[in-house]
């Protein structure tokens, strides 16, 4: 077997491990969005009980958000918080490289996703924060993941790096 190179190595290790702190279910299409202490992810569904669920295998069946991304949000849009609700996203984790884990797979409580790509912000958020507040979230938006092994999550399970399935470019190097 060829020797790994040493930007594979490193894409390959990712020892830190997150944590849920925030579930959210949006059950209608620009509803409003209900926080729960658990739910279940299905092939089929997606986070059960959200609207945009997705079709199975789908690129979007659930979204991410990285907690510390908020406090830098926050800061530029002149605001002391944001809540996770008004953010729209269905899970928001900490103590991990959210971004890092586009097209990686992962364990987060009892189901496996794997990163599909980056999660734009919400046609909605100009509303919600004001003028200038799509260009402040891009880039600190999340990810879209699809569903690779049902199973339930809580607030509180953790978030665990599997592998990656991304390969390195020689401009990477």
Partial sequence: MAELSSMQSMLRNMPQVGTIHWIGLRTAKKGSVTPVPRAMITL????????FSG???AKRQVTLIQQEHFAVMASMLGVSEILPELFRRNIVISGINLNAMRD????IGDA???GSGPCAPCSMIEKTFGPGAY?????HSGITARVIKAGEIWVGCRVKFLSSNYLPTSDDE
């Fill in 112 to 114: 496996i996703l794997e």
């Fill in 44 to 51: 089929d569904q997606g986070l059960v009980g959200d609207h």
């Fill in 104 to 107: 990686c797979q992962f364990q």
């Fill in 135 to 139: 260009n402040i979230s891009r880039g």
């Fill in 55 to 57: 079709k199975p295998g």
